[in-house]
T-cell receptor, first 109, second 113 residues
Framework: GIQVEQSPPDLILQEGANSTLRCNFS?????LQWFHQNPWGQLINLFY???GTKQNGRLSATTVATERYSLLYISSSQTTDSGVYFC???????????FGKGTTLSVSS | GAGVSQSPRYKVAKRGQDVALRCDPI?????LFWYQQALGQGPEFLTY????????KSGLPSDRFFAERPEGSVSTLKIQRTQQEDSAVYLC???????????FGQGTRLTVV
């Protein structure tokens, strides 16, 4: 089945710093999503981005489907950005999202 | 409703007990997914429904796990004879159809003692 790898596994930042999170996947995909899991466990939708570039405030994402990777950019990080960021891609049948192991981000003031 | 709703939020079960976890998807969403998330791990796929049809149950870890969605809306995940290794957060997600954007509920944290 499709494999999803995220890097780095852990990231520690000072407030105000910028960061880039990477997601590599092993096969062509029709669906790719980025999520932020907050300390209460809720998965918050950040981007639905099977291809192209999107921006939402301080966050932006780019997926290069032909090269099988996606990047999540966080600019001017805040303490509220802390948590785990997951990339998930759909399997070929479209019946499941396959998650990476996540990147744990800690932002200190 | 406005989002995916799951109940209960927390469940403590004695080993060997049966449990039932409920998911109310976003109204009008055809696709419904169940996931299991162990502590410190990413969500792992359990099963997928398209309306009332269970089209993929490849992720169910054993025959003690059973899911249904009889009217194509609310879904129930049932775990029989719970074991300690079943302790996890169970997440439900729904999407309008297939590969469209999926939205997750807050999860049910199951602790088996």
């Amino acid at each position: 089945g499709i494999q999803v790898e995220q890097s780095p596994p852990d990231l520690i930042l000072q407030e105000g710093a910028n960061s880039t999170l990477r997601c590599n996947f092993s096969d062509s995909v029709n669906n790719l999503q980025w999520f932020h899991q907050n300390p209460w466990g809720q998965l918050i939708n950040l981007f639905y981005i099977p291809s192209g570039t999107k921006q939402n405030g301080r966050l932006s994402a780019t997926t290069v489907a032909t090269e099988r990777y996606s990047l999540l950019y966080i600019s001017s990080s805040q303490t509220t950005d802390s948590g785990v960021y997951f990339c998930a891609v759909a399997n070929q049948a479209g019946t499941a999202l396959i998650f990476g192991k996540g990147t744990t981000l800690s932002v200190s003031s | 409703g406005a989002g995916v709703s799951q109940s209960p939020r927390y469940k403590v079960a004695k080993r060997g007990q049966d449990v039932a976890l409920r998911c109310d998807p976003i109204s009008g969403h055809v696709s419904l997914f169940w996931y299991q998330q162990a502590l410190g791990q990413g969500p792992e796929f359990l099963t997928y429904f398209q309306n009332e049809a269970q089209l993929d149950k490849s992720g169910l870890p054993s025959d003690r796990f059973f899911a249904e969605r009889p009217e194509g809306s609310v879904s129930t995940l049932k775990i029989q004879r719970t074991q300690q290794e079943d302790s996890a957060v169970y997440l439900c997600a729904s999407s309008f159809y297939g590969n469209t954007e999926a939205f997750f509920g807050q999860g049910t944290r199951l602790t088996v003692v």
